[in-house]
């Protein structure tokens, strides 16, 4: 039976903020142990700033994919085996068979930040929660399923060895692999009488549907009870969890995440209110917010890091006479790019396969000259646009036929798109260069030394690398969507105050117009500040009318631009900035938490 709830008009109750003291942090990667994207960065940021910044104790769990057996990381993390913990049991299969589990845990601390790394313990387990690669489908949904059930069995063991000063304040589920561990976790220890507000992030939809039975006690570990959910603002409904999975979310994983957390949050407002309403509904109404993403990079440490490999040697040749930008971009273009040793393993979802790495290597030659540079970097997908930067490349370089694109890209799992990409590359020797993996030292050096940055996303929720480009000084051409129209200001709007140059999604026309504008803008700019040849004619090459009149007025406008693009980082997107944002967002899931309720016909007063 079906009960709805009336929120009454009481004073909300709420500890606030401070009374968050311990977070739990699902996620299904972390920057520094396994990564493939953004998803990483932003909650190994999030997390540092919470345990650093607001003195949080912060436990980030995560499935190993192999990464406790890596020495290294061993001793990085300081893991040690969790000895008196093990989760045993059984999963049931839609074949009815029993599919036996024993995992564990690895714990280990870093820069303030615990971790949990869930492992297999046994062939059959380790063969999921210990493979190396991160996204594929035939491994996915298996690390989700006992990753649920390791960290909800792990809570119970806490409560049975009454360890409760170490279960959490609050749990944060990021993305959509981490709703069943996050819902099954809520749940478990709401039935101890332990309640505990449970926040979801969306940092990126992915539109998952399954089946009720994977989420259920038979393979996730998510039992059905009747439980109070707020739906929005309608109020709040006694409802089945099966119920909620099949009638209201219609099997949709995300859905179900935003109908039973307590807050949503996603990574800018843009993307909240433009993607992910439009696809969860209303259910999110009253009980969702943006929390930024961050950066923290340090120009100083960067150019130190550049002029200085991790053998305390100098890199690529550079000595104390590279001072300018346009010698750093020189030496890159015509030297640099000889000694890149891009690596995989560790940063992706790739085995990080010789075969690979010699793919790499091939396509990195130096250029014959130096040229204005456009820099791109990401992960080899649809979403991110490498084609549509691609399409704009002849477009530029008949206008400015010296300009050279490099491209920084983490390889995709598909070889097809992985050689095809390459392919186009290839058809551009003397102005393209692509580089699959990474080269940390080359990679900042890219950044230092590059005029402009190209971000032509289709889909963008926030774009961390929009703010790694524009604290470095370079102004950001990219595409008209999502987060890029929270960090990015638009120089044709905002004048110069502005940081870059928006452009319609998927239009390789604009978008080549765009830079062509930017280029030239900072080519005056370098002109100016050498003191060479006037170059005041090329003004009118200019497409962008503003940004024509604006530079027109001020050669050094490119420079003015360059710092605008710093202090927009400085000032607003640092991850202390975001650790803020979170605490407030925490303080709301704790209010919605404890919100007194009351029956809408003949019910006592009761505390949701």
């Not at 971009?329 to 000889?338: E, S």
């Not at 051409?477 to 140059?501: S, W």
Request: glycine content about 8%; hydrophobic content about 35%; aromatic content about 8%.
């Amino acid at each position: 039976m079906l009960t709805r709830r009336v929120t009454s008009q009481q004073p909300s109750l709420s500890r606030g903020a401070h009374s968050v003291k311990r977070v739990w942090m699902l996620s299904y990667e972390c920057a520094g142990l396994a990564q493939a994207g953004g998803l990483g960065e932003a909650v190994a940021g999030l997390a540092r700033t919470l345990a650093q910044d607001s003195k949080i104790e912060v436990t980030v769990f995560l499935p190993s994919h192999g990464r406790h057996l890596d020495q290294d990381l061993r001793t990085a993390y300081n893991l040690k085996d969790e000895t008196t913990f093990i989760a045993n049991g059984y999963r049931t299969g839609t074949d009815h068979l029993h599919y036996r589990y024993l995992a564990g845990i690895e714990r280990g601390h870093r820069d303030s930040v615990r971790y949990a790394l869930v492992k297999g313990l046994d062939g059959r387990t380790s063969k999921w929660l210990n493979h190396r690669t991160l996204y594929d489908s035939n491994v996915v949904f298996e690390k989700m399923s006992l990753f649920a059930r390791t960290v909800k069995t792990y809570s119970d063991y806490l409560l049975a060895t009454g360890s409760l000063s170490n279960l959490p304040d609050l749990i944060h589920a990021h993305d959509w692999h981490m709703i069943p561990a996050g819902v099954a976790l809520k749940q478990s220890l709401e039935e101890n009488r332990v309640r505990v507000p449970l926040v979801f992030t969306i940092h990126l939809l992915g539109r998952v549907s399954l089946p009720w039975h994977y989420g259920s006690d038979a393979w996730c570990g998510i039992q059905d009870l009747q439980h109070d959910v707020r739906i929005g603002r309608k109020g709040v409904f006694t409802l089945g969890y099966r119920q909620v999975w099949e009638a209201y979310c219609h099997d949709s994983l995300e859905r179900f995440g935003c109908y039973e957390a307590n807050y949503v949050t996603s990574v800018s407002s843009s993307y909240l209110t433009h993607d992910v309403s439009d696809y969860v509904g209303n259910a999110i109404k009253g009980k969702s917010g943006h929390v930024y993403n961050g950066c923290d990079w340090d120009n100083e440490e960067i150019n130190s890091m550049v002029r200085v490999d991790q053998t305390g040697e100098k890199p690529i040749g550079l000595n104390d006479q590279y001072l300018n930008r346009w010698d750093l971009r020189r030496q890159l273009l015509t030297q640099g790019l000889a000694e890149a040793r891009p690596t995989v393993e560790g940063q992706n979802n790739l085995d990080g396969s010789q075969e690979r790495r010699d793919q790499s290597k091939r396509l990195i030659e130096p250029f014959e000259e130096d040229g204005s540079l456009v820099l791109m970097t990401g992960r080899l997908s649809p979403q991110k646009g490498v084609d549509i930067l691609l399409d704009a490349v002849p477009r530029i370089l008949k206008v400015l036929p010296s300009t050279k694109f490099l491209f920084f890209l983490l390889p995709s799992n598909d070889p097809d798109s992985n050689k095809s990409t390459s392919m186009v590359a290839a058809g551009y020797p003397r102005n393209v260069r692509l580089i699959m993996g990474r080269d940390r030292p080359l990679y900042l050096l890219s950044h230092v030394a590059a005029d402009v940055y190209a971000m032509p996303s289709r889909v963008e929720p926030f774009g961390i690398s929009a703010l790694e480009a524009m604290i470095t000084g370079n102004p950001v051409v990219g595409a008209d969507v999502g987060g890029l129209r929270e960090t990015v200001l638009d120089i044709q709007k905002y004048g110069d105050t502005g940081t870059g140059i928006l452009t319609p999604a998927e239009d390789a026309r604009s978008l080549s117009s765009a830079l062509i504008s930017m280029i030239i803008t900072m080519k005056i700019d370098e002109s100016s500040q050498r003191g060479e040849v006037d170059m005041s004619d090329s003004v009118e090459e200019i497409p962008s009318k503003p940004i024509r009149e604006m530079v027109g007025k001020n050669p050094r406008f490119g420079s003015m631009i360059r710092e605008n693009c710093r202090s927009r980082v400085e000032e607003k997107f640092r991850w202390k900035n975001a650790g803020l944002l979170a605490l407030a967002r925490y303080a709301k899931a704790k209010q919605l938490s404890t919100k007194p309720t009351v029956y809408s016909k003949g019910g006592k007063s009761s505390r949701n």
